[in-house]
């Protein structure tokens, strides 16, 4: 069983800055995508951001496009969300998940890390 643990998450004003780190079991030779979504109150949950593992290849949500930035440490299985510029509107739980290898759907969840920035 795949395990994913997200940290970093905390409080922080508008314009600062956060990263979250995503620490999976699952090796970078087993992995097809690692991607970052996120659910605030009331709202359906979306996606931020994912990597691909063959190219690393990068894919951003329009919301967060030119403010966040997704990268891994294959060496470490890790996967990170650095956090730019933030606003109100990114006040939410952010998950980490997993596509396996020759798989095209997120299977492995982890259990979310809040984020919640205040002006």
């Known amino acids: 069983q795949v395990q994913l643990v997200e940290s970093g998450g905390g409080l922080v004003q508008t314009g600062g800055s956060l990263r979250l780190s995503c620490a999976t079991s699952?090796?970078?030779?087993?992995?097809?995508?690692m991607g970052w979504f996120r659910q605030a109150p009331g709202k359906e949950r979306e996606f931020v951001a994912s990597?691909?593992?063959?190219?690393?290849?990068?894919t951003y949500s329009d919301s967060v496009k030119g403010r966040f930035t997704v990268t891994r440490d294959s060496t470490k299985n890790m996967v990170y969300l650095q956090m730019n510029d933030l606003k109100s509107e990114d006040t939410a739980v952010y998950y980490c998940?997993?596509?396996?290898?020759?798989?095209?759907?997120?299977?492995?969840w982890g259990q979310g890390t809040q984020v919640t920035v205040s002006s």
């Open positions: 699952a090796s970078t030779a087993s992995t097809n995508v």
């Open positions: 990597i691909s593992r063959v190219g690393g290849i990068t």
């Open positions: 998940a997993l596509v396996p290898l020759g798989h095209n759907l997120y299977e492995y």
